[in-house]
């Protein structure tokens, strides 16, 4: 059974960094496509970043770019979500999604609980 686990979030001040994991059990992650998603308050889900198996970064939000990078860490079966020069606009539970395939659509079959990011300005 694929389970996903987010963790790291929290309430940091503008400009700050997190840094999110995604841990996965029951299935090696290195053999899947990783994607972020978030969800701020009365906004729909949306895609931020994706990082496929081989590791090719796709953004999904051009918000982030510059500022937020995946990384993997196969020995802990984790995929990491560092997130820097935060802005209260990145307010959002943030979700880790797993998939088999590319990048290049959103739709992913494998979720996690999710992780609360709160910046404050």
């Known amino acids: 059974q694929v389970q996903l686990a987010e963790s790291g979030g929290g309430l940091v001040q503008a400009g700050a960094s997190l840094r999110l994991s995604c841990a996965a059990s029951?299935?090696?992650?290195?053999?899947?496509?990783i994607g972020w998603f978030r969800q701020a308050p009365g906004k729909e889900r949306e895609g931020v970043i994706c990082i496929n198996l081989h590791n090719f970064i796709q953004y999904y939000s051009n918000s982030v770019k510059g500022r937020f990078t995946p990384a993997r860490d196969n020995a802990k079966n984790t995929v990491y979500l560092q997130m820097d020069s935060l802005k209260p606009e990145d307010t959002g539970v943030y979700y880790c999604?797993?998939?088999?395939?590319?990048?290049?659509?959103?739709?992913?079959?494998?979720w996690g609980q999710g992780t609360q990011v709160t910046v404050s300005s």
């Open positions: 029951g299935f090696p992650l290195d053999q899947w496509t």
């Open positions: 999604a797993a998939k088999k395939g590319s990048c290049i659509n959103a739709n992913f079959d494998s």
